[in-house]
């Protein structure tokens, strides 16, 4: 007879070596997840300190539910998810890193979001490494707290998941599969997964509350060069995609016509990768437009308007791909300046 389970998410962690980091991690789970979870740890190849506090985890009681996958090297990111997604059985599965703290009611959040819609299917968390980084003079604990507090049930639509930690639906495994493998040892999976899962019906969303700490690139930096495994991905996905842009409007009169246009027009570029910047007039009505992290709106008062618009086109250290302008002499400079910004200025009429 089938032993009968209560878990509803497996949480999957892939890990190779950073024992500290691992422990930390695990243990953050264990204190601060109240929703019913099943533990799976893919161990890819590690050396025998992490190997053997992986396997001691059979024995910690407070885990109710826990599976232990052993690689004999590592495979890869990737396929050591990969390996957790199909090893996985519950409603949602959640993939996560090994350097991560996750804070209390995090999963619970996560859940809560998914549920707010059917076609939601990924949920990310606030985190570090999504801008939200916590003031030196508080705890995590109390940071995450706060946010909490102030954020609770509330999201917005991404283009892309960051893979760092990522609430999947079962559904959107069952239609659109496990990650991209060609991607070697990992970075731009996530991305593609969440462009796989869009084209499926489904969208990405950015939950407010739950917070997770990431300590960015951590096992990336065992490896050895980071900006060199991030290129070759990077080119694998360019070479699929294309190139996202950088796109910046900038609006200093009221255009009803234009305004309404703007909303659709945005979002769609917005959740086709693209960044979207919006520079406006403190005093106009500002435009109707989706709440998307890909997209920012930047108020700006009329009385440095255009050389704040100029200065923040130079100085730019990723530079814009296209500038739409619907001020006659501020298209002028623009254009005039155009060897120095490298951007196409074009008129909005």
């Known amino acids: 007879m089938q032993e009968k389970v209560d878990y509803k998410c497996d949480i999957v962690i892939p890990v190779w070596n950073l024992k500290e980091w691992t422990q930390r991690c695990v243990e953050s789970i264990i204190v601060n997840t109240e929703y019913p979870y099943r533990l799976i740890i893919i161990?890819?190849?590690?050396?025998k300190p992490t190997r053997d506090y992986l396997v001691?985890?059979?024995?910690?009681?407070?885990?109710?539910?826990y599976l232990f996958i052993r690689n004999e090297k590592n495979l890869g990111c990737t396929k050591a998810i990969?390996?957790?997604?199909?090893?996985?059985?519950?409603?949602?599965?959640?993939?996560l890193n090994n350097d991560t703290i996750v804070c209390s009611g995090w999963l619970s959040e996560l859940v809560r979001i998914a549920q707010?819609?059917?076609?939601?299917?990924?949920?990310?968390?606030?985190?570090?490494?999504?801008?939200?980084?916590?003031?030196?003079h508080m705890s995590l604990e109390q940071y995450a707290r706060k946010i909490m507090e102030k954020y609770k049930g509330r999201y917005i639509e991404m283009s892309a998941a960051v893979g760092f930690c990522s609430l999947i639906k079962k559904e959107v495994v069952e239609r659109v599969g496990v990650y991209d493998e060609g991607f070697g040892m990992g970075n731009f999976d996530d991305t593609e997964y969440s462009i796989r899962a869009r084209q499926a019906g489904f969208k990405t969303v950015f939950a407010k509350g739950p917070y997770v700490y990431h300590k960015e690139h951590a096992?990336?930096?065992l490896l050895g060069d980071f900006d060199e495994f991030f290129g070759e991905s990077q080119k694998v996905f360019y070479e699929k995609f294309g190139r996202p842009e950088r796109l910046l409007y900038i609006l200093s009169r009221q255009n009803k016509e234009y305004f309404k246009?703007?909303?659709?027009?945005?979002?769609?570029?917005?959740?086709?990768?693209n960044w979207v910047r919006i520079f406006i007039k403190t005093h106009l009505k500002p435009p109707d437009l989706a709440e998307h992290t890909n997209i920012v709106l930047i108020p700006i008062s009329f009385l440095f308007f255009r050389?704040?618009?100029?200065?923040?086109?130079?100085?730019?250290?990723k530079k814009y791909a296209r500038i739409f302008v619907?001020?006659?002499?501020?298209?002028?400079?623009?254009?005039?300046?155009?060897r120095f910004h490298k951007a196409e200025v074009n008129p909005i009429l």
């Open 43 to 47: 161990d890819n190849g590690s050396e």
């Open 56 to 65: 001691s985890l059979k024995q910690d009681k407070r885990l109710k539910y």
């Open 82 to 95: 990969n390996q957790g997604m199909k090893a996985a059985s519950s409603e949602y599965i959640l993939v």
């Open 116 to 136: 707010l819609s059917g076609d939601i299917g990924i949920v990310n968390p606030n985190s570090n490494n999504l801008g939200a980084k916590k003031p030196w």
């Open 219 to 221: 096992s990336f930096d």
């Open 261 to 273: 246009k703007l909303k659709k027009q945005t979002h769609d570029l917005a959740d086709n990768l």
């Open 307 to 317: 050389i704040h618009c100029v200065f923040n086109v130079l100085v730019k250290k």
């Open 326 to 338: 619907d001020d006659g002499i501020l298209l002028d400079i623009l254009k005039k300046l155009k």
